[in-house]
């Protein structure tokens, strides 16, 4: 039992250490990498996290797809199977609708026939009303059934942030282009908002996407004229073309100190919340070099954070 106790509290540490939701998905994720150190999964891990860098939820759901999700066979076979029963499921339904209707059909033949001994017309509304009651429950079954079968089309990519509209990933890489096509030196900014697993515990989730709903305005009204990408759950990114590193530097203390400045409060009670800081990593380089910028600046957000907040790093 200690043992179990032990790799919980190791797993916790680790998803601590990474500022990772403890959600069930993630603390599995923990117990298999810290339950064995050596496996493709953890050497994975290290390479990811090589220079002190944490892991981001994107990060962590692609390595579950590489290491931890059953083979392709497997999920194509299981998939098969399901649509089979589904389909013999879909054949009975489709059977009991046509005894429904034979069945009311009989009625009505003996209705018809034996009109002096028919039952009353009161019995036979009712029955009317039952076989229509079976038939629209049949009905929507099937439609069930079918949707199962044959799923509807996932939604198509937007690229934009469903929270806060912000650029998403995908639509980022338009940013990408354009700041290496123009051949222009480049400044990529990354911020993080402080303890924000702190304020979802305590307040539950909705409060901490109210608060990253709020950072992310914050750093629109500062940064007016860029584009900014919601690159993670926490994490913000702006990818700024011909801005000195200076001014960079500047409008990244304002940002900062705007959002530590506003009074962030619960919908309905009006209880405040507490002063709520950001940090912020800057990273500079030439055109082409984006890639590498991103990720120094990520580190740069992670140590700024690390130190205490409110504060940028690089």
Do not use: C, K
Request: glycine share 8%; charged share 20%.
């Amino acid at each position: 039992m200690r043992t179990a106790f032990d790799r919980a509290r190791r797993a916790l540490n680790f998803l601590e250490l990474h500022q990772l939701d403890p959600s069930p998905s993630h603390y599995e994720f923990a117990l298999a990498v810290i339950g064995a150190p050596g496996s493709h999964l953890s050497e994975a891990v290290a390479a990811q996290t090589d220079g002190g860098l944490r892991l981001t939820t994107a990060t962590v759901q692609s390595l579950v797809d590489a290491y931890l999700s059953p083979p392709r066979e497997q999920t194509l076979d299981r998939r098969e199977r399901t649509v089979m029963r589904q389909a013999q499921e879909l054949g009975t339904l489709t059977s009991d609708a046509h005894d429904l209707t034979e069945a009311l059909g009989r009625d009505m033949d003996a209705f018809v026939a034996a009109a002096g001994e028919a039952p009353s017309a009161a019995a036979f509304v009712d029955r009317l009303s039952d076989a229509e009651r079976e038939l629209a429950a049949l009905r929507s079954e099937v439609i069930q059934l079918r949707d199962n079968i044959v799923p509807a089309p996932p939604p198509a990519d937007s690229g934009r942030d469903d929270l806060t509209q912000a650029l998403n990933r995908s639509g980022a890489r338009d940013v990408m282009a354009r700041a290496d096509a123009g051949g222009e030196a480049h400044v990529v900014l990354a911020f993080s908002v402080d303890a924000l697993e702190a304020i979802n515990d305590r307040y539950g989730r909705a409060v901490g996407d109210n608060v990253l709903n709020a950072f992310a305005a914050t750093l629109q009204q500062t940064f007016a004229e860029e584009e900014l990408i919601r690159w993670s759950g926490n994490e913000f990114v702006f990818i700024t073309r011909g801005m000195p590193v200076a001014t960079a530097r500047v409008l990244t203390d304002q940002a900062l100190a705007s959002f530590a400045a506003r009074r962030l409060r619960l919908r309905g009670s009006g209880e405040p919340i507490g002063t709520v800081t950001a940090s912020a990593g800057l990273a500079a380089g030439a055109a082409g070099g984006q890639e590498s910028s991103l990720i120094a600046a990520r580190a740069n957000a992670a140590l700024a954070a690390s130190h205490g907040g409110n504060q940028i790093e690089g």
